[in-house]
């Protein structure tokens, strides 16, 4: 033990005079062979490499702050949730459809430009039962791009200027933090040391925080359509 303990010692002192105690500090952290711009590019890649994963937390969509839990696969399927301050819905998507149930003050919002007797009446018919579509139907674009995980990690294809820091823990994982200042704010990542690198949190200060965990590594989703019992089709209805 002595010996190793020694050779250790040489090492960093040889080290230390060839390159400056600095360089030779940041080369014993995690991914030392990489920089923090490299380090995030793979914990981006080691998202897509996953045949699933559930991503939750709070963003921002045109000004207004949202709060969402989906998990979503490769193939396509998702389940989950999307909230704001105008209504929830839940969202189940399968290779076949999609399937929506919102709450009241959600169709409300949709509907505040219709006369107030049809309004009632569609809200009424809608509010709280699961209205199915066809996953193929143009108007479920931006609900399909919720549940295409190529698209969703678009957004963190940006890693230029990106900063190693300290190690620390996601739920028991540790993870070493990466910083990028932005137009925005500042953007915290934290990406894992130990097994694959995936992305595990990732946070943006300033005046549209936001803050997403990725958890649930592929693990199967359950995109089970609901009973038809609880399901409107208008293609039935006509």
Same mark, same amino acid.
């Given at each position: 033990m002595r010996t190793a303990h020694r050779l250790t010692a040489t090492a960093a002192l040889a080290c230390a005079t060839a390159l400056g105690l600095t360089g030779c500090l940041q080369a014993s952290g995690p991914f030392p062979d990489l920089s923090g711009s490299q380090v995030a590019d793979k914990s981006v890649d080691a998202l897509r490499g996953a045949t699933s994963l559930t991503v939750s937390g709070n963003v921002w969509d045109e000004g207004k702050p949202l709060q969402l839990n989906m998990a979503v696969s490769k193939? %396509?399927?998702?389940? %989950?949730?999307?909230?704001?301050?105008?209504?929830?819905?839940?969202?189940?998507?399968?290779?076949?459809?999609?399937?929506?149930?919102?709450?009241?003050?959600?169709?409300?919002?949709?509907?505040?430009?219709?006369?107030?007797?049809?309004?009632?009446? +569609?809200?009424?018919?809608?509010? %709280?039962?699961?209205?199915?579509?066809?996953?193929?139907?143009?108007?479920?674009?931006?609900? +399909?791009d919720l549940c295409d995980l190529d698209q969703l990690l678009k957004e963190f294809?940006?890693?230029?200027?990106?900063?190693?820091?300290?190690?620390?823990?996601?739920?028991?994982?540790?993870?070493?933090?990466?910083?990028?200042?932005?137009?925005?704010?500042?953007?915290? +990542?934290?990406? +894992?040391?130990?097994g694959e690198p995936y992305l595990l949190k990732v946070s943006l200060d300033g005046k549209e925080p936001s803050d997403l965990?990725?958890?649930?590594?592929?693990?199967?989703?359950?995109?089970d359509a609901p009973a038809d019992k609880d399901v409107i089709d208008p293609d039935k209805q006509g």
């Open positions: 193939a %396509g399927d998702c389940k %989950g949730s999307i909230s704001s301050k105008e209504g929830s819905f839940e969202l189940i998507r399968n290779a076949q459809n999609v399937f929506i149930k919102a709450d009241e003050p959600f169709y409300r919002e949709q509907m505040k430009d219709l006369p107030k007797e049809q309004a009632d009446a +569609a809200v009424k018919q809608l509010a %709280g039962h699961w209205l199915k579509t066809k996953t193929s139907d143009p108007d479920m674009k931006d609900l +399909a294809e940006d890693s230029k200027g990106a900063q190693k820091g300290k190690t620390t823990t996601v739920d028991g994982q540790e993870a070493l933090t990466l910083t990028t200042k932005t137009t925005e704010g500042t953007e915290t +990542a934290l990406v +894992a040391t130990k965990t990725f958890t649930g590594f592929n693990k199967p989703v359950q995109a």
